[in-house]
Structures are given as C-alpha cells and as structure tokens.
C-alpha cells in the first residue's frame, strides 16, 4: 500500500515569506513527484512536477527531492494571500495512476 | 496546458437513481484516464483506471458493478454511478495524462444524492 504523508496544517505564513511544504513517501520505488494545488470546491491543478534528485525552480515555486530519504518539499517565495489554498503531494503517474497525501492547508496573512 | 473538460459540474439525483459523468480530453488523445473520488477533507483517491477499448481496473474496495466506466474513444471516459445512494455524496475528478509527464484533471463533478 502506497502511502503520501503530508502534514494538514493549516500553515500560517505572513505575506512575503517562504512558506515550506513538505512531504513524505512509503514506495521507495516511485520515480515522479507532483505538487499540485487546489482551492476550495475546485479540481486540483498542477504547480510543479519533479523527477530528479535536487532542486527544480519554476518562478517563485522551488520543489525539492531526496529519494534518500524519501522525503519531497515545495517552496513558495514572496508568498501572496492567492496563494492561500491546499497544496497537495502526489506520487506516481504513469500507468498506475496518481497516489495523493491528504494535503496541506496554507493561511497567508496579509 | 492540455484541457480535459469534465461534465457535469455539479448533480443532485435522488437515492437509487444512476448518474453519467463524462471526461474528455478536448486536444489531445488519451489511451489512459483516471477517476478519483474526493471526500469533504480528504484526499484524493483513486477508484480506477480506464483504458480505451478495454475494461477499466479497479482500486481494492471500489465496487466495479457500481460504478460503471466506459472508455469507448481516445478522447473520452464515462463514469456512472449506479443506484447511487447518499454515501455515494462526494467530489469525482477524472484525469488524463498527456504522454507520460503530467496528469491533467478535469473540474470535477459534485454528487450530491438525496
């Protein structure tokens, strides 16, 4: 049994900070890793996909890998209120579909 | 982005009734979608896989005769959900991959059975 362990929050983080997700995973095995946010009453929609280990920065986005640890994170820079929302960690993709931790709820204060 | 439009957005039907959700891929051609289901404050779960031109595998605990998938083309999916009852209430996302990379989801369907 896949499991993705995401810490609910909610996570309160004033405007203009960093905010730091984190994640981890059970399957030693998984080779893709998503972030993917998703409002209230919305479809989920995808911030940042990484497949290697390090850093990959998109804007103000940073994900971060350690198959080592099996341990994945998302970095939000400059945080702003529009970014108030839950972050959620999938593992997988492929064939095998997506498996998705329960997701991380972000407070930015103004 | 690909686009992968989801529809209805949102049902309420009566317990026992059947409801049909449709997913398609609008620009692109997907051999493979997925169908998730999401409770109030809770994660996504996948129920199953759908693959074109064959029959849809099923996650462990979902109930193949209840909820019906049908692939039938490149660019489109069914879910129904059969003698739907109150439990049945949630939040069901499709999703299709475009190549191997990224999962692109639909807006989602909002069942809500009374």
């Known amino acids: 049994q896949k499991e993705v362990e995401q810490n609910s929050g909610p996570l309160s983080v004033p405007e203009g900070a960093i905010a730091s997700l984190n994640c981890t995973y059970s399957?030693?095995?998984?080779?893709?890793f998503f972030w993917y946010r998703q409002y209230s009453g919305k479809s989920p929609e995808l911030i940042m996909f990484?497949?290697?280990?390090g850093d990959k920065e998109d804007g103000r986005f940073t994900a971060q890998l350690n198959k080592a640890s099996q341990y994945v994170s998302l970095l939000i820079r400059d945080s702003q209120p529009s970014d108030s929302a839950t972050y959620l960690c999938?593992?997988?993709?492929?064939?095998?579909?997506?498996?998705f931790g329960k997701g991380t709820h972000l407070i930015i204060q103004p | 982005g690909a686009v992968v439009s989801q529809h209805p957005s949102r049902v309420i039907c009566k317990s026992g009734t059947s409801v049909k959700i449709e997913c398609r891929s609008l620009?692109?051609?997907?051999?493979?979608m997925f169908w998730y289901r999401q409770f109030p404050k809770q994660s996504l779960m996948l129920m199953a896989t759908?693959?074109?031109?064959?029959?849809?595998?099923?996650e462990q605990g979902v109930e193949k005769d209840k909820f019906l998938i049908n692939h039938a083309s490149l660019t489109l999916s069914t879910l129904t959900v059969t003698s739907a009852h109150p439990e049945d209430s949630s939040f069901y996302i499709c999703?299709?991959?475009?190549?191997?990379?990224?999962?692109?989801f639909g807006q989602g369907t909002r069942l809500t059975v009374v």
């Open positions: 999938a593992v997988g993709g492929g064939a095998d579909g997506l498996t």
């Open positions: 999703s299709a991959e475009e190549g191997d990379t990224e999962a692109f």
């Open positions: 620009d692109f051609q997907a051999t493979t």
């Open positions: 990484i497949y290697s280990n």
């Open positions: 399957d030693r095995g998984s080779q893709s």
């Open positions: 759908s693959n074109e031109g064959s029959k849809a595998t099923y």
